[in-house]
Structure formats: structure tokens, C-alpha cells
């Protein structure tokens, strides 16, 4: 496709100059949202502000965007399985297609009631993974809407609850770590059993008795890139009403100081200090 072949200068260009004409989108599930699979298990309700996901024992159920994005800030509140979720695995992510796809991944580990859930965080360049870092949370995700958001520019990556990020994964092409930048990416997110190894190896089984297992989405918002199959690139959304730029070139004191609570205190696995896993030494990103 010609788009892949744009420069990375003509592609921040467009992006401006397109970003000038805003289109502004609200927020409604049918119009940006298809669910894909679950027999029904899937919903759109309240005139399209309101999505749920639910498992029982004999299905899962998954929604994905009608657009592919490529670049953006992508904010979408979730109410996780409330109680005993111990097994499920609420996945939401970005993701382009085929055997050199890349993705960005938030994951979310269910527990016992009133064990903390687990969300898993990882990040696929050229088809591959193998960066995962995990975090407990320092609220309860079940009680309410949180916001989860991915900022995804050509500088960096930063997965963010309610405005704190968890993670930044930055461009680090320039020491020969690929960095997602031309595959066009959907959302998707999906609710299914993971009981043989979501539980810590599969210390726990999902609890039937308790299903169906429901998680909530609402307010999705995407100050991003759109690509589309047919049309090919590109519009724009307008910038943020606070005039926060999505396309931010990184992160700010601030938030660079939320990172680093968030890593002291809540991050429960980093791939880039796992030496069991890496006796050669770790990857290039972990050592910069
Ligand atoms: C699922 O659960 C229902 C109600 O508990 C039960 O009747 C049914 O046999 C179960 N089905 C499977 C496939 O386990
Ligand atoms: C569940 O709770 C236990 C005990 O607090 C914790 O160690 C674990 O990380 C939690 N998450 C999962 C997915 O097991």
C-alpha cells in the first residue's frame, strides 16, 4: 500500500494539516463498535452509551472498532467483573493484523473477592512480545468506572488509569528496538476464561456458580489517526478540549513522577529485571 511508504516527516504533516479541518466524534457504541463473537453474550444498550461483555460457561464474548487507528489517544472507561472473577481475563487492546502484527495490550486478571485484580500490560513490535510488566491497581476496579487509556505517537507508547501512567514504552528505533509506527490497529476487547494460567500458573478455578461474569464500557473516546480499509488514510479527530495534544512528544514532570509511584509501588512483574528468564541479558529497551 502507497501509505506505508509515507515518510515519517510527510506523515506528522498531514497529520496537522488534517487535524486543522476537525472532525469531532461523540461517543456511541454502534457507530464505532461491532461485537464480533459471543452468541448474543455481548450488548449495546442505552441508545449506544453503554457495552457489555459477559462469560458464562460456555462462552466468552469480544467487541472490536469499525476504524483502525495509527496513532492516537484512545480513552475508554471499564467497570471490571465485580466479586469472585477469579479466572476470567478482560483483554483491551489495540492490535494490527497478520504475522508481523504489533499490539498493545492492557489485560485483566481477575481474583477472589477482595483480592486485588492484576492488570498485564504488553507491547508487540513486528510480532513480537515477550515485554510483559504487571500492576495491582490502587483502587478497586469493580466498584466503578475507571478510565484506561493508550497514548500511542510516533515518540512513545504510555498506558494510563485515570490519567496516571503505568507504563511508557518509548521509540527507541534509533537503538535497533522496532517501534510501532505504519500497521494501522483496531480495538478490541473481549471477556473469556483463562483459568489454567490467569490465576498465578492456575492456583484458582473460575467459579461458575458465580456467571455470568460481566464487565461495562462506556465513554470511548479516540483523539486519533483514523485509517480506513477502503478509503485508505487519513482524517483526523480535533485536539482534546483542554488542548492536551495527544501527539505530545513525552511525558510531562508530572507525569513522570506519577510513573515512577505507580512502578514503585504497584508494579508486581517487569520482563526487564525477570534474569531467570533473560540469563543472556535483557532486551535492548530494558537497559536504556
Ligand atoms: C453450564 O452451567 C449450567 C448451569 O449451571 C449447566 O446446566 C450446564 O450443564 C453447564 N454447561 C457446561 C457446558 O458446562
Ligand atoms: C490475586 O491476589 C493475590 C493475593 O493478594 C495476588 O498475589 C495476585 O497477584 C492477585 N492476582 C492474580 C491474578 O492472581
Redesign the pocket.
Known amino acids: 500500500m502507497a501509505f506505508f511508504s509515507f515518510s515519517r516527516n510527510a506523515l506528522i504533516l498531514t497529520l496537522f494539516l488534517i487535524t486543522s479541518l476537525m472532525v469531532v466524534s461523540g461517543s456511541n457504541y454502534f457507530q464505532d463498535f461491532e461485537i464480533t463473537w459471543g452468541g448474543g453474550r455481548g450488548k449495546i444498550v442505552n441508545n449506544g452509551e453503554l457495552l457489555t461483555l459477559s462469560l458464562?460457561?460456555?462462552s466468552g464474548s469480544g467487541f472490536q472498532s469499525k476504524k483502525e487507528y495509527l496513532f492516537g489517544q484512545i480513552d475508554m472507561q471499564l467497570k471490571l467483573v465485580p466479586g469472585n472473577s477469579a479466572g476470567t481475563v478482560t483483554a483491551y487492546y489495540l492490535s494490527s493484523e497478520g504475522s508481523n502484527h504489533d499490539e498493545i495490550d492492557f489485560e485483566f486478571l481477575g481474583n477472589l473477592s477482595g483480592e486485588p485484580y492484576t492488570v498485564h500490560t504488553n507491547v508487540y513490535t513486528q510480532g513480537k512480545g515477550e515485554r510483559e510488566q504487571q500492576f495491582h491497581l490502587w483502587f478497586d476496579p469493580t466498584n466503578d468506572f475507571h478510565t484506561y487509556s493508550v497514548l500511542w505517537s510516533p515518540q512513545t507508547i504510555v498506558f494510563s488509569v485515570d490519567n496516571t501512567p503505568l507504563r511508557e514504552f518509548k521509540n527507541l528505533e534509533n537503538k535497533g528496538v522496532p517501534f510501532p509506527k505504519s500497521q494501522p490497529m483496531k480495538l478490541y476487547s473481549s471477556i473469556w476464561n483463562a483459568d489454567q494460567w490467569a490465576t498465578r500458573g492456575g492456583l484458582i478455578k473460575t467459579d461458575?456458580?458465580q456467571?455470568p461474569f460481566i464487565a461495562s464500557y462506556r465513554n470511548f473516546r479516540a483523539n486519533a489517526c483514523f485509517f480506513s480499509t477502503t478509503r485508505g488514510p487519513i482524517s483526523c479527530t480535533s485536539a482534546r478540549p483542554n488542548n492536551n495534544p495527544w501527539f505530545s512528544q513525552k511525558l510531562d514532570p508530572t507525569s513522570e513522577q506519577k510513573l515512577k509511584w505507580v512502578q514503585t509501588n504497584y508494579m508486581i512483574y517487569n520482563y526487564c529485571t525477570d534474569t531467570k528468564r533473560f540469563p543472556q541479558g535483557f532486551p535492548t529497551e530494558c537497559n536504556v
Open positions: 458464562d460457561n460456555y461458575w456458580a456467571a
